[in-house]
């Protein structure tokens, strides 16, 4: 059995790893058991992924003499919720924890962002480790401590920078994920390309549509790299007060489409993303910022793994109003003074954070993408 990759997490003190690999949630124990500073933790996880990985992990931990309970949770967005918090910190205090328990997250980014919260908050602060067991948990959500709640008010309004201590991608956990959940993921590896690594992005042209088919060496090699982007990103702006905000390309689109749609199944989060990430290349292009050959280039490349790129193909969806989307932009977590902080692309490869963009300019824009006519153009 080979041992996982393993990419360092530079934040002083706070620093931890990050291993990749293949049948690591059988040998959890012993990866874990450097970290941890008990013999003992316990598992947070969803139904879905409890029906499918659990025993796995609680023997992988029992293989090291690591005792465990585990508290399970509905899937879904909604257990990411005031309801879900309380209850499960109450239940995890029933259990009778100390300072050196530490909780583990078993599943996407839902369980992830919860336990972390509760981890976060818990007795003031307890650790917790991440093992996360979709796409966008594994390159996106899993790392950089960004933990939260969701509020009647929006999503993730209720958080708190907290660190893991260490966490486990498994990539054989995506072997179960089903291919939309896994597409959805997929938007936010193509997103460190589009951000910064233009090489990143000639490659996924190619391994894209193997990894998504399931190709796991391709999968391994993509997690690894967006893990090392995304790391190298929060070892210099932890709090994302300046560089960490590119990881939000196509977020402020991608949040309006997700709001209009009620955050629920008929948009996942990772499709409103790349959704939202098309919308920056084209309206760069249309400023004149971008070549349109790369914006087109993009959707030729969601063409090939097939992800959406038209707002049409949004399942069940009415047509969008351009001062719906905008209102919802204004109100994102970026804005200040009242300008709306977009992150848009000289080149594949090359984001900027642009503050000065005209509202005018940006309803023409979303009224021209929200016009009937704009699903005849060629994707
Ligand atoms: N903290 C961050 O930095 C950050 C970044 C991006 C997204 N997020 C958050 O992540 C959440 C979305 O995460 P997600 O896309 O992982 O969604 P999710 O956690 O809801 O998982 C998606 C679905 O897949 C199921 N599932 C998970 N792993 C599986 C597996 N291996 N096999 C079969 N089914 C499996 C789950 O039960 C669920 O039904 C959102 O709440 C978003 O706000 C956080």
Known sequence: MS???????????RSYDILVGSGLLARAGGLLAPVIRQKRAIIVSDENVAKLHLATLRAGLDAAGIAHQSIILPPGESTKGFAHFAKLVEDILALGIERGTPLIALGGGVIGDLTGFAAATLLRGIDYVQVPTTLLSQVDSS???????DSAHGKNLIGAFHQPVRVIADIDTLATLPRRELLAGYAEVVKYGFIRDRAFFDWLETAGPKLVEGDADLRRDAVLKSCAAKAAVVAVDERETGERQLLNFGHTFGHALEAETGF??????GEAVALGMRLAFD????LGLCPAASAARVRRHYAAVGLPARLDQIANARRFAPADLLRHMSRDKKVRDGKITLILAREIGDAFIARDIERGTLEAFLAAETAPAASARPS
């Open 143 to 149: 790392v950089g401590g960004k933990t939260a709640i």
């Open 3 to 13: 041992a996982p990759a393993s990419l360092r997490v530079e934040l002083g003190a």
């Open 264 to 269: 629920c199944d008929t948009l996942l989060h």
């Open 283 to 286: 309206l760069s292009a249309q």
